[in-house]
């Protein structure tokens, strides 16, 4: 759930010079062959135990350099594409794919069991530069108690948080330095058009939403549905987040409750998708493709949910109870093709950082 929460400025105002922390070291480790090295935005997660059994049946020594949010990782791969500091990248999603693509990252793999992964997460399938791991949906969540105490039905819809009952209710994130806050944007872009989307927003704003600069912010002090609103005693019973919040809610509760205390409007998600690649000039390139078909092996597809509140792509691959409880994706997401959001993506934000924020 807090994998793509961090500040996020560079994912929608283009490149920017980044320092290489973490870099120490990389490339003598990564021309190791008995070393691959995975780069990846801060909250990959995994089992150790999952990991160590690859390490095993490998023969590779897995080496994880975690460089920033995804748009940090991703511009700074860019930048030293010709020496990078690893092997494979995992975590360039739909929104950052054709920038990624664009500028040469990665080179032709098609990993072993790709024919296992869900069809409509397959993109580049003629050059097989990127590989499908995982997906969730944005969506907004609402504090159950809060409608329940004011007998109030919370929204369905984006068309929903537009009407005077919900004033002063919804907390967003910023377009321009939020990766949650960008994915709504997309989606009422997705849902309106070009041409509708700025109006919508001009709505939302009369309606009283309120923008904060990340997620943390967002949910944990400004949402009254989450553990961490209830202490900080907020007062916005909606939020864009996860579809996969609620589950989170009730797995890291103690005592756990029987039900999730917020739920997920579904007329409001938009899909996220993240890939993994073998970067062009990686040094190990043989350990790089193992590394790959082992992030779309059955055995880390199941282990990912309830390490990076995601769901596989693999067809049939497994999901916790709690997920499918709480926390199912949307039947009918908003989405928007890679090229489309490369497209527009900077004018967008610029467009609605205009309207919203002055």
Known sequence: MHKRTTAAAVVALGLVTLSA????GSGDKGADSGTVTLVSHDSFAYSKSVLRAFEQESGYKVRILKDGDAGQAVNKAILTKDNPQGDVLFGVDNTLLSRALDNG?????????????????????????????????ICVNYDKAYFAEHRLAPPTSFDDLVEPAYKNLLVTENASTSSPGLGFLLGTAAKYGDAGWQGYWKKLKANGVKVVDGWEQAYNDEFSGSAGGKKAKADRPLVVSYASSPPAEVIYADPKPKTAPTGVVNG??????????????????????ALLDFLISARFQEDMPLNMFVYPVREAAKVPEAFVKFGPQAEHPETLAPAE??????????SWTSLVLK
Do not use: M
């Open 21 to 24: 922390c973490g870099s120490s």
């Open 105 to 137: 990252l990665f080179q032709p793999y098609e990993a072993k069991g790709s024919d296992r992964i869900v069809q409509r997460y397959r993109v580049d399938q003629d050059k097989h530069r990127v590989t499908p791991i995982d997906s969730g949906d």
């Open 268 to 289: 409001t998600c938009f899909r996220q998708v993240e890939y993994a690649g073998l970067l062009s000039n990686a040094k190990n390139t043989k350990g790089g493709k």
């Open 341 to 350: 959001i490369a497209k527009n993506r900077d004018q967008w934000v610029k």
